[in-house]
């Protein structure tokens, strides 16, 4: 399969050792409503209502939305983060403690049932003045949602459109998505949406883990995808190197979601910028035998097999013996090994060199190729 042209994954002490840490990024983009239901590109929640504005990108901590729904129940969601990954009762249990130290008037109150951990009062304010309070809490990683419905009077019917606002909060599978991107600003002091969180975090999703200790059920392709092409988009802050690496990334993130036509692309705009950059060299020329999978994926098989040429004709002896042996084995290529040019290829690139004189004709114990292999 394809080959790594760097170990990938990176440190976040030294990306954090980079720069001082700057202001993080609040940047902000609508959502479009469909059938009056709002979709959050990065956290997979939806939420029915008017005019919703959400962050792309794990939101700091604070207000997020502040709206009705259609039935005019006031609705409020704040981001809240606790040091460590608490449950939602805790979130719960702390904010209740607060609301009770600050004497906030709760009739009534009972727990909801529906998704998260939901809880609901009645608040008096004096001269007969009273409003539903509805609470649910979501936990998404190391951050909380707390939507909050609120609504004048405090009759049946207001308690049951209050408990439906409440369940317009759909969040969808808490599957970690988050997580790394979180863990990364935490370690490095820089935006949620800075390029130095979203590259190593893409990596750490491709990869199905963060370190030794938080792991995911699989990889996360596309949304490896997602935040690589925002990094390839504004890479502010990488290197060209980084930014090498992130296309690969990209292209890799692509072809494992067999979008083939947009792994070529990738992979072309990587070769044509190693190139440009003069780092084709010192990349080993990994970007070019990536071209060549992504073109043998595609059914390109001309331009595979010219690809294929080109990488093994600048390579090292060295080099060239290695990924010879990776070809042969390469699942991405199984297409062009039952090609007559396969066989051209392998004779012409892979006879060993002739033994130097003096050396006694005994070829040197082969080592791994350092930084690839099969993915």
């Given at each position: ?40 590109a ?18 700091p ?54 998704p998260?951990?939901?809880?609901a ?7 007969g003045?009273?409003?539903i ?19 004048e009077?405090?009759d049946g ?81 990488l290197?060209d ?8 990334l990209?292209g ?90 396969w ?30 292999g099969?993915?």
């Open positions: 399969m394809r080959v790594w042209s760097w170990l990938l994954i990176l440190s976040c002490t030294a990306l954090a050792q980079e720069e001082a840490p700057q202001p993080k990024s609040t940047s902000r983009a609508e959502v479009t409503l469909q059938d009056g239901v709002a979709t959050h990065f956290w997979d929640f939806r939420f029915r209502a008017d005019g919703l504005v959400l962050d792309t990108l794990p939101p901590p604070g207000r997020v939305f502040s709206g009705r729904d259609g039935q005019g129940v006031r609705i409020r969601i704040d981001v809240i983060e606790s040091a460590k990954h608490a449950a939602e009762e805790s979130y719960a249990a702390a904010d209740l403690d607060r609301w009770r130290a600050e004497k906030r008037s709760m009739e009534d109150s009972k727990e909801l049932e529906g998260g951990y939901q809880f009062f009645v608040e008096r304010a004096g001269k003045h009273s409003r309070q509805g609470y649910a809490w979501h936990r998404r990683g190391a951050q909380c949602f707390r939507v909050h419905a609120g609504l009077g405090a019917a207001g308690h049951e459109r209050v408990r439906r606002a409440l369940a317009g909060f759909e969040p969808g599978e808490d599957n970690g998505r988050c997580m790394f991107v979180l863990q990364m600003a935490r370690a490095t002091g820089f935006g949620y949406d800075d390029p130095r969180n979203l590259f190593p975090a893409a990596q750490a999703y491709f990869a199905g883990s963060f370190g030794a200790y938080i792991k995911l059920d699989g990889k996360l392709p596309a949304l490896t995808e997602k935040l690589a092409l925002r990094v390839v988009q504004d890479p502010k802050g290197d190197k980084r930014q090498l690496q992130v296309r690969e990209l890799y993130a692509q072809l494992e979601q067999n979008k083939i036509d947009a792994g070529i692309a990738t992979f072309e705009q990587a070769v044509k910028f190693a190139g440009d950059q003069g780092m084709l060299e010192k990349s080993r020329h990994s970007p070019v035998y990536n071209l060549a999978c992504a073109y043998a994926r595609g059914k390109r098989t001309n331009d595979a097999f010219a690809t294929l040429e080109r990488f093994f004709s600048a390579v090292t002896e060295k080099r060239r013996s290695e990924m010879i042996a990776h070809a042969k084995q390469d699942s991405d290529l199984e297409g062009l090994r039952e090609k007559p040019e066989e051209e290829l392998i004779n012409k690139y892979g006879k060993p060199p002739p033994p130097k004189e003096g050396d006694g004709g005994e070829a040197a114990e082969e080592k791994p190729p350092e930084g690839h099969e993915e």
